[in-house]
């Protein structure tokens, strides 16, 4: 049976690609010798039926190279989406920027959000995935258009302001 996560294209913009390779970088060339260096310290303290240190050790090593796998299968799955030229500025699409503001509230400040692939999203960032109830409702509207989607508080309702 093929695990289905396992063979995803994974959407990402370029910034995202590279945020996953520096992290991989840094787990294999710098993580995975220092889990190894506590392996090593942990073991000398004698005795590894009741050594906490190690547990941990080797816990930390699980999770280091668990994550290795799993950055590794993101990487290979991965494809970039590249912006469209020709409908830039006019349609949201994947990696564009987007200025919203809130039609329900008066006086509701404009946000701005860019559409990125789930793995990127950080809302606080001003990033949102194009998986996210808003991210969906944005994907091929223009500017101008009021998008309206289902929120835990209920219905919302944006109106788009801009595109990049």
Avoid: C
């Avoid at 941990?56 to 994550?67: D, L, S, T, Y």
């Avoid at 290979?76 to 949201?92: E, L």
């Avoid at 509230?105 to 950080?122: L, R």
């Avoid at 944005?138 to 500017?143: G, P």
């Amino acid at each position: 049976m093929v695990d289905k996560k396992n063979t995803e294209e994974l959407l990402l913009t370029k910034e995202g690609l590279a945020k996953l390779e520096e992290e991989l970088d840094q787990l294999k060339n710098v993580k995975r010798k220092e889990v190894a260096k506590q392996i090593k310290e942990a073991i000398s303290y004698g005795d590894l039926s009741e050594n906490a240190e190690y547990d941990a050790a080797k816990n930390e090593q699980a999770f280091v190279e668990g994550r290795i796998i799993e950055l590794e299968m993101m990487i290979k799955n991965a494809k970039i989406v590249k912006d469209s030229k020709k409908s830039s500025g006019t349609i949201v699409q994947f990696g564009s920027t987007v200025t919203i503001v809130d039609q329900d509230k008066k006086d509701a400040d404009e946000e701005t959000y860019t559409i990125v692939g789930s793995t990127e999203a950080d809302p606080f960032n001003g990033k949102i995935s194009n998986e996210s109830p808003l991210g969906h409702a944005l994907i091929e509207r223009k500017k101008g258009e009021v998008v309206e989607y289902e929120a835990p508080k209920g219905k919302v309702k944006y109106k788009i302001l801009g595109v990049k």
